[in-house]
């Protein structure tokens, strides 16, 4: 007999269905989320901080919505806890991103997700780890230390947002929210269990998202259960006047795009990405679920994707390029840290010099480099004449299929310390997400299978066209629901 879940491992469609009943109140549900980080963050250290007092304010007043008679229909979040990466701005909480070039400072505003989360109901708590400036795969470059796997605490959770993967994968919170720039949300999802979702760029509003490179940034939710996630998409989905990125295009209800059948649908199979770095217990996995959508009905067909190999090196090109002028205003003056010097330059050397991490200074340094009069054709230009060719790559595979199917990440979660001395090995482990970003579009990583010794998750990556989630949705939820690896549980988080 497996012990019952606890009330912070349940999903977010349990909980409602049981606020809604009034079987449980959102301040019992808040209190197990605290109970559980009491119980395991001190191994895992998903959290650099939370404000406990602040969350159970939220969670007394959704309580008083439940029982004034406020539904989840009117409130899909109504008393739900979701967890916050420490890049996305809550008004009057601490906002670091993973840096000490911060110092105290608290943030003046709310990002508009932030707003949404909480119209829709959410208790919006905690700040979650990730790598400075959520440059890493591996939640390793955080100035708040190392988070680590709730599957295995020799192993790193992936990252940026491995504070938000393990988090929900531990049961800390019931979903959360990451940003992924070139697999942030994806690949720790896959390393840590649970399911993360990329929107598509100008799906969800960036305002209020401390930016890394904008052009590639975007924010999306993680959950155990596609269903969720649906959920937790549909409520931060949407124009913001305030992000003139974001596209006024309308946001489909996702939960009912679930229930549409995927038969006939078709799902590329890109050639090139069958390298030879990719772990065997990976390849056996994805293959396995390629099998699975077969059987539910779905054509599998070849697809090319011939720019793939140039994906890394244009992503480090244009992320950095990007990071290097958004990084600017960290200067000692704006914001937070400051150490003074004898004139304003020594200033900001001393504050920049002494406040950011190693990869923060060699992505700034690099960024600088390609953007450099003499080096900018050379370098930035040609990227992102590549960049173009990879997003043409992928609208024209999506003429001849629905979705297309990755692994997620190369390997399953690999050990802290394995790679953070070889930058260029770390970069690589982004091979399959980096792509998504440039081209724009969406991608979803749920599990698909462990490997044996030690048993870690695997993931698999779903890719979409331009505003094309509801169709990625139901393929993961179709999948999802013929098999059993997302109710797995990390052995972290019992007892
Ligand atoms: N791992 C990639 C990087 O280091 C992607 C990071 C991200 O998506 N924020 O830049």
Known sequence: MTAPLKLSQQTVSQLAGRLCRREVSAREVLVGCLEQIQRVDGRIHAFISYDAADAMAQAEAADKALAAGVTHREKPLLGIPVGIKDVIAVRDQPLNCGSKILGQFISPYSATVIEKLKAAGAVVFGRLNMDEFAMGSSTENSAFGVTRNPWDLTRTPGGSSGGSAAAVAAGECIASLGSDTGGSIRQPAALCGCIGFKP??????????????SSLDQIGPFAREVRDVATVLGVISGHDPRDSTSVPVPVPDYGAALQNPIKGLKLGLPKEYMIGGLNAEVSAAVQAAVKQFEKLGAEMVEVSLPHTDYAVAVYYIVATAEASANLARFDGIRYGARVDGVDPTDLYCKTRGAGFGAEVKRRIILGAYVLSSGYHDAYYLRAQKVRTLIRRD??????????IITPTSPTAAFKIGEKTDNPLQMYLSDIFTISCNLAGICGLSLPCGFTASPKLPIGLQLLGKPFGEETILQLAHAYEQSTAWHKELPPETTG
């Open 200 to 213: 598509t760029y100008g799906r969800v509003s960036r305002y209020g998202l401390t930016a890394f490179a």
């Open 394 to 403: 992928f609208l024209e595979a999506f003429e001849k299929v629905d979705a």
